[in-house]
């Protein structure tokens, strides 16, 4: 199951992927998109350019009904519902732009959360001669979340901490493929840069691909490449014209 | 919760209850029939007593030949006590005394509720005594595959384990000590 | 899946005030439910246990039931009375062993007097054959000398050589026999069984209160002194019923049916053992009936339990929503939220044992002391587990419900909840 090492080539592939709620027009319409593994990918998706449909269909959460969704070398439409759930739970780490802690668990339950879905990111964590909590550790103080806050619950942080405890639950257990959706549209202009120098960074120590979805063209700044969405999906063009 | 209340309250209804009964005798019910068995020791009396129409299917005299072959074929059935109990083969029991009253006799005070036109009682005991007391925990009453219009059995047991009341139907005809 | 209970602990604890208050109607329904029953088995054992080796009881002809109530459990009233030559007419008959016969209509402070004679103490027995210990002194030999049962001793403090006087009839209209004090001359040791709380007195001294009486009242002008009674016949005249024991038990049913038949008198001779059985009959329906509505309630605490928790899911969507992108499954969604139904259940069914203990514990002596009844706390017996585990199989069914919307909610949801 070490899709990471074995596939130095693509960590996502789009191909022909075409998807439509039931009785509506297709929403999505991606001839082809690919993400090299270890690329710092910003996808600039504006709202109704399709972005929440389509980090569904990579998630494996929706089931396209046509074309290839590779990730990490797995097409995920040969895979059963069960599978692609599995397969989330191993190799691909979400951060959404609010919300993303069970607000009743501790800083640290949330982040070992991530390992309590995954065996692969358990034994991951293993053969690299740690445990989990350790891992949650060590990832809180990187993403410079004091230790003292780690038995704190969810809801008494600030958002700044939530994101950055989403970060480390998205980052344990090196999952290959980061997905960010508008992670920092919450925060303010400082905090926004220095979230994105760690989240950067920890997934260049992770050897992560990051997938990072915005609005926000001035933080496309810091990515190897820029990709629009609203170009990309042939389906939002015919909305907007 | 008024447990006492609710036993006044059963207790003020029993001459509605079946129970009511043993006190002038007996209910006349086609289909049931009363089974009382005292036991002391080895010794292990028991008595039946019921409707006749349970075991020939009237309740008059023999008007006709084919009556007359069927009261006596269920006289001969209750007079051979292996066709009416199983009894524990370890118990090693034995017949002592038998008695099976025979209804419509002519011998004057014998016939039990004979002189009614519409109601005749049948009435039978068996006295067993048992060499090995300890082996007889209970018996199977076979009355039932003989005389398919007896539907229960309503079964008094008094012995030295403590007394109760039983209720045997075909389907569970086993008495229980 | 196990990995998902302490989720599920954790989001109950969160939710601890409405799960509280879920797991408490759980419990108070699972606790009745409990409850009738322990009563039920418990009535019936005790009143079971309260008579044992006698072989009929004679009373004047009325309802077998009746006759049982009222001369062994001191429940109702005797309407006649048996006469004394026919008492002794079944002593003399060679099949019979013993007879004790018993005299009600008097009482104590509310206990019930007993006249009989000292064979009482010999032959009565209870439970599985046990006999009547003292606690202190010695069965009354006298006129004028009672024993008292270890309730009445333990409630109105009475010891050896306490004075006490007897009250005509019971209730609230009784008259007291105030001119003819008892002394106490033996306290016995409790039994469970309504002869803790009897005063037991001869046969001679009821005969010798009653002297100058007539129709329940004192005779106008007659007064006659203790010490002069002995002078008069204290023979007894009538008693209300009376206990046998044969010599040979496999008579019994042709001793019975010659007492019935007895011309002289009306009479009424029952197996106490049958009659209960047959009594236990006609109360099982109402037990039944009353652990039907208990079962009802219970029903409706469960459906509680399925309106809080789906009533929960709809503020718990973004929570789920977050297991989802995790990598948890609809199924997965679907276990969490079942575990968590058949917690609250579970911890419903273990806070209602306790409960009854407690209510067991509490009520036991006034149970006893009212009804008679001796409830006994311990762990759930036979039945009861079967009932327990009927309450679970239940709660299990009901966790489907919440589950199910939980299940279909996550696979419409995904990961992100629009809002």
């Known amino acids: 199951m070490e899709r990471v090492a074995t596939t130095p080539g693509r960590a996502l592939e789009l191909r022909g992927l075409r998807f439509a709620w039931p009785g509506q027009a297709p929403c999505i319409d991606i001839p082809g998109f690919p993400v090299a593994a270890g690329e710092r990918c910003f996808l600039h998706g504006p709202s109704g350019s399709g972005k929440t449909t389509l980090l569904s269909i990579v998630g494996g959460v929706l089931s396209p009904r046509e074309g290839r969704v590779c990730v990490l070398g797995e097409d995920l439409a040969q895979l059963s519902a069960r599978a692609r759930d599995r397969f989330r739970a191993d190799h691909i780490g979400f951060v959404f732009q609010l919300f993303n802690l069970i607000p009743y668990l501790s800083m640290q339950d949330n982040i070992l959360l991530a390992c309590r879905f995954s065996a692969a990111r358990r034994k991951r964590i293993a053969a690299a001669g740690s445990t989990p909590l350790a891992e949650a550790r060590r990832l809180a103080a990187r993403l410079d979340l004091p230790a003292n806050l780690l038995a704190r619950p969810a809801m008494t942080l600030s958002v700044g901490q939530q994101q950055r405890v989403a970060a480390a639950r998205a980052l344990i257990g090196r999952p290959g493929l980061i997905i960010a959706d508008e992670p920092t549209s919450a925060l303010d202009a400082d905090r926004q840069t220095r979230f994105l120098d760690l989240l950067l960074s920890e997934c260049d120590a992770a050897g992560a691909t990051l997938l990072f979805v915005s609005h926000d063209r001035r933080l496309s700044a810091h990515f190897d490449r820029v990709v629009d969405l609203s170009a990309l999906n042939q389906a939002a063009k015919e909305v907007a014209s | 919760m008024n447990m006492t209340?609710?036993?006044?309250?059963?207790?003020?209804?029993?001459?509605?209850?079946?129970?009511?009964?043993?006190?002038?005798?007996?209910?006349?019910?086609?289909?049931?029939?009363?089974?009382?068995?005292?036991?002391?020791?080895?010794?292990?009396?028991?008595?039946?007593?019921?409707?006749?129409?349970?075991?020939?299917?009237?309740?008059?005299?023999?008007?006709?030949?084919?009556?007359?072959?069927?009261?006596?074929?269920?006289?001969?059935?209750?007079?051979?006590?292996?066709?009416?109990?199983?009894?524990?083969?370890?118990?090693?029991?034995?017949?002592?005394?038998?008695?099976?009253?025979?209804?419509?006799?002519?011998?004057?005070?014998?016939?039990?509720?004979?002189?009614?036109?519409?109601h005749a009682d049948l009435e039978a005991n068996w006295h067993f005594e048992c060499a090995n007391a300890a082996a007889l925990d209970g018996f199977e009453v076979t009355l039932f595959k003989h005389f398919p219009r007896l539907g229960k059995l309503r079964v008094q047991v008094a012995g030295d384990g403590g007394q109760s009341a039983q209720t045997l139907r075909p389907a569970s005809a086993q008495v229980g000590f | 899946m196990i990995r998902l209970l302490p989720l599920a602990l954790a989001?109950?604890?969160?939710?601890?005030?409405?799960?509280?208050?879920?797991?408490?109607?759980?419990?108070?329904?699972?606790?009745?439910?409990?409850?009738?029953?322990?009563?039920?088995?418990?009535?019936?054992?005790?009143?079971?246990?309260?008579?044992?080796?006698?072989?009929?009881?004679?009373?004047?002809?009325?309802?077998?039931?009746?006759?049982?109530?009222?001369?062994?459990?001191?429940?109702?009233?005797?309407?006649?009375?048996?006469?004394?030559?026919?008492?002794?007419?079944?002593?003399?008959?060679?099949?019979?062993?013993?007879?004790?016969?018993?005299?009600?209509?008097?009482?104590?402070?509310?206990?019930?007097?007993?006249?009989?004679?000292?064979?009482?103490?010999?032959?009565?027995?209870?439970?599985?054959?046990?006999?009547?210990?003292?606690?202190?002194?010695?069965?009354?030999?006298?006129?004028?000398?009672?024993?008292?049962?270890?309730?009445?001793?333990?409630?109105?403090?009475?010891?050896?050589?306490?004075?006490?006087?007897?009250?005509?009839?019971?209730?609230?209209?009784?008259?007291?026999?105030?001119?003819?004090?008892?002394?106490?001359?033996?306290?016995?040791?409790?039994?469970?069984?309504?002869?803790?709380?009897?005063?037991?007195?001869?046969?001679?001294?009821?005969?010798?209160?009653?002297?100058?009486?007539?129709?329940?009242?004192?005779?106008?002008?007659?007064?006659?002194?203790?010490?002069?009674?002995?002078?008069?016949?204290?023979?007894?005249?009538?008693v209300t019923a009376a206990l046998v024991g044969l010599e040979n038990r496999a008579m019994v049913f042709r001793l019975q049916r010659a007492i019935n038949e007895d011309t002289r008198e009306p009479l009424l001779a029952i197996l106490?053992?049958?009659?209960?059985?047959?009594?236990?009959?006609?109360?099982?329906?109402?037990?039944?009936?009353?652990?039907?509505?208990?079962?009802?309630?219970?029903?409706?605490?469960?459906?509680?339990?399925?309106?809080?928790?789906?009533?929960?899911?709809?503020?718990?969507?973004?929570?789920?929503?977050?297991?989802?992108?995790?990598?948890?499954?609809?199924?997965?969604?679907?276990?969490?939220?079942?575990?968590?139904?058949?917690?609250?259940?579970?911890?419903?069914?273990?806070?209602?044992?306790?409960?009854?203990?407690?209510?067991?514990?509490?009520?036991?002596?006034?149970?006893?002391?009212?009804?008679?009844?001796?409830?006994?706390?311990?762990?759930?017996?036979?039945?009861?587990?079967?009932?327990?585990?009927?309450?679970?199989?239940?709660?299990?069914?009901?966790?489907?419900?919440?589950?199910?919307?939980?299940?279909?909610?996550?696979?419409?949801?995904?990961?992100?909840?629009?809002?």
């Open chain 3, 11 to 238: 989001s109950l604890w969160n939710r601890r005030l409405t799960a509280g208050l879920t797991v408490i109607v759980v419990a108070l329904s699972v606790s009745l439910l409990l409850g009738v029953e322990r009563l039920r088995n418990d009535a019936r054992e005790s009143f079971a246990s309260t008579v044992s080796r006698t072989d009929l009881i004679v009373g004047a002809r009325s309802g077998p039931v009746q006759l049982l109530l009222y001369s062994v459990f001191h429940i109702g009233d005797a309407t006649n009375e048996v006469s004394w030559p026919a008492v002794q007419r079944i002593a003399a008959r060679q099949e019979v062993a013993w007879v004790v016969p018993l005299s009600l209509g008097d009482s104590h402070r509310g206990f019930r007097v007993v006249g009989t004679t000292p064979d009482f103490f010999r032959h009565y027995r209870y439970g599985d054959g046990r006999r009547i210990g003292f606690a202190a002194g010695r069965p009354f030999a006298d006129v004028f000398e009672a024993v008292v049962g270890a309730e009445v001793a333990a409630r109105l403090g009475y010891r050896e050589g306490a004075r006490i006087t007897l009250a005509h009839g019971s209730g609230e209209h009784v008259a007291e026999h105030g001119d003819k004090p008892f002394s106490v001359v033996g306290v016995l040791a409790p039994t469970g069984t309504p002869v803790d709380r009897s005063v037991l007195v001869s046969l001679e001294s009821i005969e010798a209160i009653h002297l100058d009486w007539q129709g329940g009242a004192p005779i106008p002008g007659l007064k006659i002194a203790p010490e002069m009674v002995r002078k008069f016949d204290l023979a007894p005249k009538r």
């Open chain 3, 272 to 419: 106490p053992g049958v009659t209960l059985d047959q009594l236990w009959d006609v109360v099982g329906i109402g037990a039944r009936v009353l652990l039907a509505v208990s079962a009802l309630v219970v029903a409706v605490g469960l459906a509680g339990l399925v309106a809080v928790m789906v009533a929960s899911l709809g503020e718990r969507r973004r929570e789920l929503a977050i297991l989802r992108a995790l990598g948890a499954g609809p199924r997965d969604v679907f276990f969490l939220v079942a575990a968590e139904s058949v917690l609250l259940t579970l911890a419903g069914c273990v806070l209602g044992v306790a409960l009854v203990q407690v209510l067991v514990f509490s009520m036991a002596a006034w149970l006893q002391a009212n009804y008679g009844l001796a409830v006994s706390p311990g762990w759930p017996v036979g039945r009861e587990w079967m009932l327990l585990g009927a309450v679970m199989l239940a709660g299990l069914l009901a966790s489907l419900v919440p589950a199910l919307r939980a299940y279909r909610q996550s696979l419409a949801d995904g990961m992100m909840v629009r809002m």
């Open chain 2, 5 to 118: 209340n609710a036993l006044l309250l059963f207790a003020a209804c029993t001459s509605l209850a079946p129970t009511a009964m043993a006190a002038t005798g007996h209910a006349h019910e086609h289909g049931v029939a009363s089974l009382n068995v005292a036991r002391s020791g080895g010794s292990l009396l028991i008595e039946l007593d019921g409707p006749l129409d349970n075991f020939v299917g009237f309740e008059h005299a023999p008007r006709n030949a084919e009556q007359k072959r069927r009261l006596a074929d269920a006289l001969a059935i209750l007079r051979e006590p292996a066709r009416v109990v199983n009894l524990p083969a370890a118990a090693a029991c034995r017949l002592v005394d038998a008695a099976v009253a025979e209804p419509f006799a002519e011998k004057p005070g014998a016939a039990h509720d004979a002189g009614d036109e519409n």
